[in-house]
Structure formats: C-alpha cells, structure tokens
C-alpha cells in the first residue's frame, strides 16, 4: 500500500471500519430499504493471491478494497485499488475478481481508468451479469458542506460495514490528486477505497479516495475519521467517457499562475502566458478576477472550475485587471 506524507500519514483508502451508529432516521422502513439496497450494490475487489505454481488450488479470499455496481455490469473503483507492481511501475490490472455481499465472486474486464482521477471501470463478463440485480446511480446535485454521508466497504478485508457522517469541506485538496476532493467525517480504513460514499438517499455522490491517518499506533491499522473522495461530478465524467470509449479531455486556458499583493487582499496573476490566453488577448502580469462570472479566489479553485464547468471548445469570458483597468477578453479553451 502506498503513503503519502502531508502533516499526517496520508493513506490510501484500501480494507474495515469502525461501526458506528446510523442517523436516527435509519430505523425507518424507507432508510433501512435504501441501506440494503446500497449494500447490495458494493462488491469487495479480490486480492490476487492464485499461486502460479499451482493453478489447479485456488487461493485464500483476500478482499483489497472496495467498488460498486453503477448498471448493466459496470464497476466502478478506485484505480490505486486494482493497480499491480511490475518492473516498469504500477500497471492496471486488465482482469480483476470482485465479491458480492452474497458472497458471489464473479470476474471483471477493464473498460477505462484514470490516473488522473484515481477512477476505473470495470465490466462484469456477460454470464456473470444477471447475478448482480441491484445498482447504484450518481447524484444529480453535488454534496455540500453538512450533507449526511454514509458509506460501505471492505475495511481491513472485513466487510460489508457501514459508516455515518457528513460532508465537511467540499473543496479541498492532496497531493494524491490533481483534483478537488471532499473531505467527510466518518470513521473508515485502508480497504474502503472505491466504495461509493451515499447521500441520506442512496445516491453516490463520491468514490472513497484517501485518509490522513492521525493515530500512529500500528495497532489501529490505516483508520481514519478523516476521508476523503473524488466527488461524482468527476467521477461520472471519467466514467462516462469509459463507456463512450473516448478519451476523457479537460479545458486548457494555457496560463501559468502565481500569487501577488494587490493592496491588501492576495490575488492571482498571470505568471506566464501561452495559447489559447495569448491570442485572445490575455498578457503576463494580468490579474485574474473572474471567469464566466465566478470569482477567481486560487489557482486551484480555477482549475477546479476549468475541470468541472467547463469543457474543450468551449468560449468563456476571462475578466482581468491590467495596471488600473479591468477588461475582458473571450477565450476558446483548448484541450488536453
């Protein structure tokens, strides 16, 4: 399992967690249907542990993290969870064995991934689909800061459990990523990664990612209340164009960015400039204020908003302050 060092031990979520106790709400028919059925939509992702040497022994169940079913056979997990070691790095592993909570263990062919977003699709082969009846599907609106969250997986290998808790910051950032995350309150442990993370209604609104283990002791194993998940704009982008078969392109402003004083207030400026900003008429130096009417606050909150909102092609008015004067100028994003 990799690490990485923030001020904590940052651990990528991948098997047990603390049992905690669901909202009050979840002793109601309807919050109890809705835990099932997101239950029933998890599978754990197998480790590999068939010993070459002996094909014809099977190998002992080992559960590494933690995936779930979107529809029609579709997996989706998280890419860190299925990545093999080989001599020229980690390498996607083409064929994966996932479980279900009814103890089915059926196989899975590679459909797309991204590194970029530490997302993949599998596909259950044919005769395996009719076993998995039961799905889940994306959110249509983000999750905010308070949202309940609950989520399900393989802690440790162990599972399935359950997890409550609510969405803290929407829009933060690690360095396992190059994309926002969202950061919530409940209790999970390397093995979780992949699994859905649900609203109060069944709807996945973020794929586990990542925790910062804050407890050094070896003894509580890579546990953490905070976690942390790509959110499902992203994730149903990727994997939508898994399923299209296209490659999954992002919007490019082509500037570089740096941070300057302006008065008393810290802005972004225009460190150096390339294409398409130079032909549309943006220079170096330039203070950025606002792209299509959303004030730019960070270099990582415009791209966070070139990623999300925003696709190649598309022309999008770029605002700017130059010496005392603020302009805007209209740039057709490029792609990349």
């Not at 098997?15 to 109890?32: E, F, I, V």
């Not at 259950?124 to 308070?146: M, Q, W, Y």
């Not at 953490?224 to 299209?244: C, G, K, Y």
């Not at 549309?280 to 004030?295: M, N, P, R, V, W």
Request: with cysteine; hydrophobic share 40%.
């Amino acid at each position: 399992m990799r690490l990485w060092r923030l001020q904590a031990a940052v651990c990528l979520v991948l098997a047990w967690m603390t049992l905690l106790p669901a909202p009050s709400s979840a002793g109601s028919s309807d919050q109890a249907a809705i835990l099932e059925q997101a239950k029933r939509a998890t599978v754990g992702v197998l480790e590999d542990t068939q010993d070459p040497r002996t094909p014809e022994k099977p190998g002992r169940i080992s559960v590494r993290g933690t995936g779930f079913h979107l529809r029609d056979g579709y997996i989706v997990t998280a890419r860190h969870a299925v990545e093999k070691n080989s001599p020229s790095g980690p390498t996607v592993a083409k064929i994966i064995h996932v479980l279900t909570s009814d103890l089915h263990e059926l196989v899975a062919q590679l459909v797309g991934d991204s590194a970029y977003l530490d997302v993949v699709v599998y596909r259950l082969n044919e005769k395996d689909r009719p076993t998995v009846t039961t799905s889940a599907s994306f959110a249509a609106s983000e999750a905010g800061s308070g949202t309940e969250v609950f989520t399900i997986g393989y802690p440790l290998g162990w599972g399935p459990t359950m997890a409550f808790g609510r969405i803290g910051n929407a829009n933060t950032f690690l360095q396992t990523v190059d994309t926002r995350l969202l950061q919530a309150d409940l209790s999970v442990c390397s093995g979780n990664s992949g699994g859905a993370l649900f609203n109060g209604a069944g709807e996945v609104v973020g794929v586990m990612h990542a925790i910062i283990q804050t407890e050094k002791d070896e003894l509580q194993g890579h546990c953490s209340r905070l976690a942390f998940a790509i959110p499902t704009t992203l994730a149903e982008r990727m994997v939508n164009a898994a399923l299209s078969g296209k490659p999954l392109a992002f919007s490019k402003l082509g500037i570089h960015m740096t941070t300057v004083k302006d008065g008393t207030k810290w802005r972004i400026a225009v460190k150096d400039v390339g294409e398409p900003a130079k032909s549309a008429g943006i220079q170096k130096h330039d203070l950025l204020l606002a792209i299509e009417d959303t004030d730019i606050l960070d270099a990582a909150q415009l791209k966070n908003y070139l990623i999300e909102r925003t696709t190649p092609g598309q022309r999008v008015a770029v605002k700017v302050r130059r010496i005392d004067a603020d302009l805007t100028f209209h740039v057709v994003l490029g792609g990349g």
